[in-house]
């Protein structure tokens, strides 16, 4: 969690999951397959491993460490499974409850707690997906529509740059933008000047606003960052379809619909699929930050849940229970959002 | 994304500027208008927040509370920098955020870099199994609490370690990097080879020079990273007061107007004043003071940023 923009850079720019890379690749595994078979260099003998000596001992402390850092944390999931109580010792001391922690989580007043932080999760996440893809790829259709490279190059900086902001800084921009006038809420103010509305809005302590106010500060700071891979997407259609269009009469919106639109479809539906793929893992800071006790019936999401009722108040099993959940739903979605978008890429792009 | 779709376009450009000619149409010259003006517009609404709070936190604080301050400050006054400097936890926090970047992104390279060649290694047995545990740890994360736990049992909490341990090797970083290595000529690392390198030398001497462009870029992304993060401070730190960060002290910042927010009804900021060493100034042009404290630095580095993120990007989209 805490390296999140290389997270976002992950989802957003969607490489592969695995070393292999989606083009090409069957070809490259079935090589290295034959060749590992007939090739002795690949074979696994005690003087191979003795020649390699010096980068195994590059590698193997770092896998170690990786595995230790990665991997061994699972025993933490024990939790979800006892009736942790931290005074009463280490986690092997506690005393194991089976799935009553689940039974807890998914049935009764939890139960409906926690169904409400899904439906958030789900909610703010979708919402955010949807608003944020729609928006960079009108600002993508728009900006290659400009043809002064430096004014171009301008714009792309401006709105590449809220991306490097902490999402620390932006909820607190965010928080002052939509407070009252008389806190700095420029937004209120503007409304005001413009006669929209007679009264300030307390967009923050209103539940109906928040899912709507975490998808439209999500565009704020990734909507230019996201128009890369679009805008690359843009170059690669070939330049002979807009000549010909040309020829055929076609303005410039009947090129930018019927020629470059359907030419980033791909692109479009690729990142679409990887991107629904971390649905549940996306939105933490903003719900964190920005949720008060007021709107927490929309604001609260899982990764909200487990810190605020999990770490915050010592209920670790229920957190841990929420925790497993989340993990599970999320490898098997990723999952299957990498596989479909490797199937899809090799029917329409290969 | 496949490698093609974004591979193509490095290779295209200039055949494609060459073939669109320049017309004037009444239509073009309506579309250029509106579509000028609307990312100027868009340009606007991208800079207004960080000029307003610019402006607020150069503005005097007891004036900034009547509100309406736009990119120019009202009152002129340094007073709200002299508060925020003369405090002792925002002046320890910033150069603890300074210490921890700085030994993050040194860690995080070496490492990430030494493992990453040994990976580009295409003689190297245990290639493939030791790429496959890295690369799963991209999708796969045991969660926040069995996290902590590790950390706690590792005795590491309140600990400078928890802050450069846990992420000295990020798997994404580690891809990007080896597949740059592996496009250095082989030819390259056999010289080094005759010459009598061993697999370090040729690491150290020949392959980490050659990759100073993506070290760059890979080193300002983690740099970023590091000095953006605010949750490790928070779950693993927050005890100690000396190992806070300036994330972490503006999110407190953040979250205690936030709780007097939802208290009296929706204004994010109480207008009473703040006392701190004999100086006066108020909890919004306090904030807006630290926010710009705390992105200074990135904006800093954001012209070299912007140079290189776009190439970083394809870097990563590209591997094979």
Known sequence: MTDATVSTLVAGSGPEPDPEPANGSRSGKRKARTNAAKDPRREITWDRIWAQRVLLAMAVPLLLYQILFK???????????????????????????????????????????????????????????????????????????????????????????????????????????????????????????????????????????????????????????????????????????????????????????????????????????????????????????????????????????????????????????????????????????????????????? | MSSTLVAKPLAQPTLRRRSRRRRWTAEGVIFTTLNTTFLLLLAAAMIYPLLNTLATSLNDGMDAVRGGIGIWPRVFSLKNYEVVLSMHTIYQAFFMSVLKT??????????????????????????????????????????????????????????????????????????????YMKSIPEEIIESARIDGAGEFRTWWLIVMPLCKPTLAVVGLFVAVGSWNSWLDTLLYNSGEQWLSTLQYELQKLLASSMNAGANSGGNAASAASVAQGGQVTTPISLRSAITVVAAVPILFVYPFLQKHFVSGLMIGSVKG
């Open chain 2, 102 to 179: 700085i030994v993050v992104v040194v860690t995080n390279l070496l490492f990430t870099s030494m493992l990453a060649y040994a990976l580009s290694r295409n003689e190297f047995i245990f290639r493939r199994p030791i790429t496959l545990i890295f690369v799963l740890t991209m999708y796969f994360d045991a969660g926040l609490i069995p996290n902590y736990l590790l950390i706690r049992d590792l005795g590491m909490l309140n600990s400078f370690q928890a802050y450069w341990v846990p992420v000295m090797i990020s798997a994404f970083n580690l891809i990007i990097l080896r597949t």
């Open chain 1, 71 to 350: 991997y061994v944390p699972v025993y933490g999931w024990a939790i979800g499974f006892q009736d942790y109580k931290p005074g009463r010792g280490g986690i092997w001391e506690q005393e194991w409850v089976g799935l009553e922690n689940f039974v807890d989580l998914f049935t009764g007043v939890n139960g409906e707690r926690f169904a409400r932080v899904v439906a958030n999760t789900l909610g703010q996440s979708t919402l955010t997906l949807i608003v944020g893809t729609f928006g960079a790829i009108v600002l993508a259709l728009l900006l290659n529509e400009v043809k002064n490279q430096p004014f171009k190059r301008v714009m792309q900086n401006i709105t590449y740059m809220p991306h490097f902001l902490s999402w620390v800084i932006v909820a607190s921009l965010a928080s002052v933008a939509l407070s009252l006038p008389s806190s700095g809420g420029f937004i209120n103010q503007a409304l005001m000047s413009l006669n929209l509305v007679d009264e300030p809005i307390l967009f923050l302590t209103e539940p109906n606003y928040f899912w709507g106010i975490v998808a439209g500060t999500n565009l704020w700071k990734e909507l230019g960052w996201n128009t890369i891979l679009y805008l690359a997407a843009i170059t690669a259609i070939d330049p002979t379809l807009y000549e010909a269009a040309e020829v055929d009469g076609a303005g410039r919106y009947r090129k930018m619909f019927s020629i470059t639109l359907p030419g980033i479809m791909p692109t479009i539906v690729v990142l679409l699929i990887i991107n629904s793929g971390w649905i549940l893992s996306t939105n933490f800071e903003l719900p964190y930050f920005l949720g008060n006790g007021l709107v927490s019936e929309t604001a609260e999401t899982i990764d909200v849940f487990v810190l605020r009722y999990g770490y915050e108040l010592g209920n670790y099993s229920l957190a841990v229970v929420a925790g497993i959940f989340k993990t599970v739903v999320a490898i098997i979605l990723v999952g299957s959002a990498n596989l479909a978008a490797k199937r899809l890429n090799q029917e329409t792009l290969v």
